[in-house]
């Protein structure tokens, strides 16, 4: 009999990107090794597995609906993703008291540091300092619990031991992957960018995300890029995904295109796989941890990925020259960069083989759920050594 797993987070289905990606494929596949329920903000579209959605952000609400479902669904194991739902899931079964029930926490991000990098260049920097005092605290209490700590970020080991002088032994980093869709999917639909050719098509992925800004800096950055190169409009064009125009409260050039939201999935896997370039314009106190998931879609659509350094952070194995084109943070920079390689795409399609060549062999999600399983039912298996001696 099949262990139960509930799985704890804000996966919201009202926003299909950024914090839903993980929770929602996670969920997905965990099915293969665990009786799965999804909690989450709004789960309605989550289909695979029973669901219950919390409807608020509250942390009160958060540990109502976790206590109910611990007694209705009697876990074995609860994966409680992020600070909020981590702070609940571990309230709860300290009220609860079910000795044969474990917890392991996962950090998307390191936000204490996130915001801290911020500080001094978002508009309300007082604001944002009390989210970082609030955050530290939140995430030291989940840090010091002991509970096991499943980091998508490769340097949240690191970074722990940096802000609260704490050496654990029990964070594992499993970083995110990539969905079928686009690593198997068959072109069969008209170049959506027809219109824009022969130029090259650089896409930028840019929803509006709930509460980080890092989004919107790297939009003003491929603008400011744009603007560089608004003399080469036969070379280069640009198209921004998840933004509509009347969001940006600035002059634009000609050669930047802003799509919404598009229609479907299966229109988002198109746009990708027809355009020509993945662009990454991060700059340095954006603090992209959610550029992964757009990297890594990137990269399993055998695109040329140009970033800056930001943009890669968590995501060390690729590496600059080998799989993708790393840049400075300088505007004009960036912009001759991108220039050079719409110019001579084929010269480095050899860097998007090779990254879409490691995707294939590492970064599925089936391939992370499995590593995330391994680490819950080790954790399972010493709570109930624990229990038991």
């Known amino acids: 009999m099949s262990k139960r797993l509930l799985l704890v987070s804000t996966l919201d289905s009202n926003q299909p990107f950024g914090a839903f990606t993980r929770p929602f494929y996670l969920g997905q596949y965990l099915t ?18 029973p669901s219950v959605s919390v409807g608020s952000r509250s942390l009160s609400s958060y540990i109502k609906a976790i206590q109910k479902s611990i007694d209705e669904f009697q876990p074995d194991v609860v994966y409680a993703q992020e600070t909020l739902p981590g702070l609940a ?32 260049s978002v508009a309300n920097p007082l604001n944002e300092f009390v989210q970082l ?13 002991g509970k096991p700590i499943i980091a998508a970020g490769e ?9 609260y002088g704490y050496n654990s032994s029990n ?3 499993v970083g ?26 650089v896409v930028l992925v840019a929803p509006k995300t709930f509460q980080f800004p890092s989004n919107d800096m790297s939009v003003s950055m491929a603008i400011d890029v744009a603007k560089c190169l608004e003399n080469y409009g036969d070379k280069v064009q640009f198209v921004v995904i998840g933004r509509d125009a009347k969001e940006i409260q600035r002059s634009l050039p000609s050669n930047i295109h802003f799509l919404g939201f598009l229609p479907a999935r299966k229109d988002f896997v198109n746009h990708l796989h027809h355009a ?5 314009p991060f700059p340095k106190q954006a603090v992209a941890g959610g550029a992964r998931n757009k990297t890594l879609d990137y990269f399993a659509s055998k695109k040329l990925v140009i970033s ?17 084109l790393v840049s400075g943070y300088a505007i004009e920079e960036v912009a001759n960069l991108v220039l050079d390689a719409a110019l001579n795409l084929d010269k480095y399609q050899p860097l998007a083989d090779a990254a879409y060549t490691l995707i294939r062999e590492k970064y599925s999600w089936s391939a992370k759920a499995q590593n995330v399983a391994e680490v819950l039912m080790s954790v399972n298996k010493n709570q109930l050594i624990a229990t038991n001696t």
């Open 89 to 120: 899931a571990l309230i709860s079964l300290a009220i609860r008291k079910r000795k044969n029930c474990s917890l392991a926490l996962d950090f998307h991000t390191f936000s204490a540091y996130e915001y801290w990098s911020r500080l001094f």
């Open 276 to 280: 020509d370039i993945g662009f990454l």
């Open 171 to 173: 964070i594992y980093c």
């Open 308 to 324: 800056t350094p930001e943009g890669m952070r968590g995501l060390e194995e690729f590496q600059h020259l080998k799989h993708l």
């Open 32 to 49: 293969k090794y665990f009786d799965v329920c999804q909690l989450g903000l709004n789960c309605s579209t989550v289909d695979y597995a």
């Open 133 to 145: 005092i609030k955050t530290y605290l939140a995430q030291g209490l989940l840090i010091f619990s």
């Open 155 to 163: 340097s949240t080991p690191q970074l722990v031991k940096q802000w």
């Open 176 to 201: 995110n992957g990539v969905t079928e869709d686009f690593l198997n999917v068959e072109i069969t639909t008209s170049d959506p960018f027809e219109k824009l050719r022969p130029a090259k098509i």
